[in-house]
């Protein structure tokens, strides 16, 4: 703790008064990293097309699952102070990717029955192996998963222009 508040510029009474409990600023740090990360997604929105703000905002997301496994063992300690950081997780994170799938779907750049939670998931999965902090594999394997998001597009796109296609 002396050494967050000198990092900080501020005594260590100021962050007990701030977080009585070390898990108090645990959840306080997460739930900061949470809405940054979920706030990216609109900001990524606004400045790329909807198929390559969704693999940017991925490759966030693969980021802040790399570097946040270490909170995995505290947020399933059984800790109450971390108890409700799962559901306020999922109420940040679903809504941002929802925005950015239905933005894409509705560009054709991506397949229409993909679901942010289940996507949220994988990429959480994909996630574990990096056991040495090394995101790059992980990006790889969520840049396929993006990639595979594009396949049914490009086929539903085919077949619309054709079902569009009147003969002279």
């Not at 966030?60 to 800790?79: C, M, P, Q, W």
């Not at 933005?103 to 942010?116: G, K, L, Q, Y």
Request: glycine residues 6%.
């Amino acid at each position: 703790m002396r050494e967050i508040a000198d990092r900080a510029g501020v005594g260590v009474g100021t962050i007990y008064r701030n977080f009585p409990q070390r898990s108090d600023l645990i959840a306080a740090v997460f739930r900061s990293e949470v809405d940054a990360c979920a706030e990216a997604a609109s900001d990524l929105a606004r400045t790329y097309p909807p198929g390559e703000a969704l693999d940017r905002w991925m490759q966030r997301y693969v980021d802040f699952i790399v570097a946040k496994r270490g909170l995995a063992a505290a947020l399933h300690s059984g800790d109450p102070a971390f108890e409700a950081l799962p559901a306020y997780f999922d109420s940040r994170f679903e809504p941002a990717l929802r925005r950015l799938l239905d933005a894409a779907v509705a560009a054709e750049e991506i397949r229409p029955d993909a679901n942010p939670y289940d996507l949220l998931r994988a990429v959480a999965s994909l996630c574990m192996p990096s056991s040495d902090g090394d995101p790059a594999p992980a990006r790889r394997l969520v840049a396929l998963l993006v990639d595979g998001l594009r396949y049914r597009a490009v086929g539903a796109q085919a077949t619309r222009a054709s079902l569009d296609h009147k003969p002279d």
